[in-house]
């Protein structure tokens, strides 16, 4: 983290300030983002090697990875195929038994490097139980004899991600004479005093720093912060942390480190997070937009449906924030078909009641068209004028009304409105007058930046920001921080279960015959691919231009569209008009209908080529079905043979709930994306896991929370 609040200045100074690193290397270290001397410290090792004692290469076994130490006694290429293929060989040993060693391709430096008498470290795992013994393509580590023993053996080391140019013996190094040099320089976060405690594990004679020389001053703030900092009070001082991340004495000493350079990570994170919701609410003057229920009484009468409990539930706290001191800040979570949009119409009721008028953004002109359509019907009766504005209904900066004329001139002179739109709304020609409400939809499509210049067109208008995407507890806490959460955990009655499949291509026929079935039974269904177009480069990716005509050859006698994201607006909404209408009984689409589209006739979602879908995003899809009293069927199509492919779509074989899904897609793939256009340099985590660090997320919120 570069937060002046946590770091102090002598670490920002470049990395060339350590020893060894002249412009060649700090070039190479630059492809690492290592720039400072801070980057180097906090460069998290990939993995650790225990060197206390080698393995003999006699006891090595198969698929077990183990470090050998040997010498080299023979060495050579062999070359193959006419010479086009070549491979590098050299056999080492060790007093046990002998090892022999390859790389396919040989490279030229090799002969040079690996020779003859040279003595290295190998890690690797023997390909198989046969002689002789073999390791292909293994990480070694030449040893240099007397020279830093005590860096790179007799220890447990670290293994550094690297670069082409820079080994792992030298990044050691480097690591190392940065610790010498810096370590005591390094400090403890602002909100935490140390000057108690004692270190957990006295790192002995290669710990110079010890834990002295820091926290001066701490004695005169530790009465006022004793309690807010205790997370820390188990875990060794930063600068100790620093250490031992880098040559723990015992791989535990590792991951406690880790977690210790964690929680400054996620207290920075929380810094930043807290303060700017504190600078936000002192700035702030809410717009009261309580509401009287004038409106929202004769919409909930003409709706069709009752609201669940669980959309009550929300309301309440909606209602409680909008007629509060602070403008609302909330995020509005609720699984797909949870009703999430009645919730957003009975908030911006609130508003309009009030006096003040509400903007609604979408992220795709098909859902901003279907919010359009909705809100007209449930609005216009209420005497409440719903405009629109999309990428491709922009002009004159005037707005398109329902009856697809442009709006007077003067728009503030209009009654209450609702305005609709894409991410045009944020354009700066259009006014948005007496903003009371905006609503965010599908809100993960969208980046903070964003939804915060919708709020700024405002006077501090309340903000609502809703997504299917269910967010873990840990990106609730951190990306989500500055925001309250509302759930809804209960899906509305009445609906038809729905069913998933994983099968492969070879059961295609069968699939479409079962679709046919179902369209002859009246309903409708979407047909999923990866890709718009056939790139040549990946030819087994089914891309939905192509596949189109398959379909209607498959389905014929039916009418089939096509949806994809270069098909002009226009013919978009044509195609989905004839969809919702039966019109069109199969749309071939890409995961442009993912988010938003409601049609429930439709309950067949077939979508090829499956592994190339995120799970989040494979169960936003099967969203679009399941919506009305029939029974729906999702059939997911992957011919990928590799276990997790396979293991990952088996999840939606089993389950239906959205937050299971995000968790396990947040752990087998990571945040990236969950965060989607979110991922902003502050999510820059080196030590955090927002997969796993629950616990340490909500630590750091708590010491924030009491120092701020
Ligand atoms: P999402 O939360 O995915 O945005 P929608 O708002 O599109 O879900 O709602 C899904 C469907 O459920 C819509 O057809 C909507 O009219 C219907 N719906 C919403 N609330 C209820 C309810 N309380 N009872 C019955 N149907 C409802
Ligand atoms: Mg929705």
Known sequence: MSSPEINPSPLTAPVSSVWGVGEERAKLLARLEIFTVEDLLLHKPRRYEDRRKFLPIRELKVKEAATVRGKIIAAGIKRFKNGTRSMFECVFEDGSARLHCRWWQAQAWMPDWYAVGREFLIYGKLDDDKKPRTFTHPETELVEPGEDEFIHVNRIVPVHPLTEGLTARVMRSLVWRALEKFETLIE??????????????????LSPAGGEGRGEGAAVTTQRRARSDAPYQSLPARANSVRMIHFPEELTDAEIARQRLALDEFVALQFQIQSRRKKFEALSKALPCGGDNRLMKPFLAALGFKLTSAQTNVLREIRTDMGGIHPMRRLLQGDVGSGKTAVAACSALMALESGFNVALMAPTEILAEQHF????????????????????????????????KRSPTSISQLPSAIFIGTHALLT????????GLVIVDEQHKFGVAQRETLVRKGNYPHLLVMTATPIPRTLGLTLYGDLDVSTIDELPGGRGAIKTFLRATNKLPKVFDFIREKISGGRQAYIVYPRAEVADTDKDIKAVTREFENVQRALNGFR?????????????????????????????????????????????????????????????????????AHESFCILISDALNEEAQARLKILEETNDGFKIAEADLKLRGPGELLGQQQSGAMRLRFGNLAEDLNLIRQAREVVKKSL
């Open 560 to 628: 089939v569209g096509l949806l994809h994201g270069r098909i002009k607006a226009a013919d978009k909404e044509k195609t989905m008009a004839e969809f919702r209408a039966n019109k069109i009984q199969a749309l071939v689409a890409t995961s442009l209908i993912e988010v938003g589209v409601d049609v429930p006739n439709a309950t067949v979602m077939l979508i090829e080529n499956a592994e190339h879908f995120g799970l989040a995003q494979l169960h936003q899809l099967r969203g679009r079905i399941g919506r009305g």
């Open 373 to 404: 359509r909705n809100f007209t019907k449930w609005f216009e009766p209420l005497g409440v004028k719903v405009e629109i504005q999309t990428g491709s209904k922009k002009g004159d900066g005037r707005w398109e009304m329902a009856d697809g």
């Open 188 to 205: 403890e976060p602002k909100f935490v005093q140390h000057s108690e405690r004692p270190l957990t594990r006295p790192s002995g004679t």
């Open 428 to 435: 700066s020609g259009f006014e948005l007058p007496r903003l």
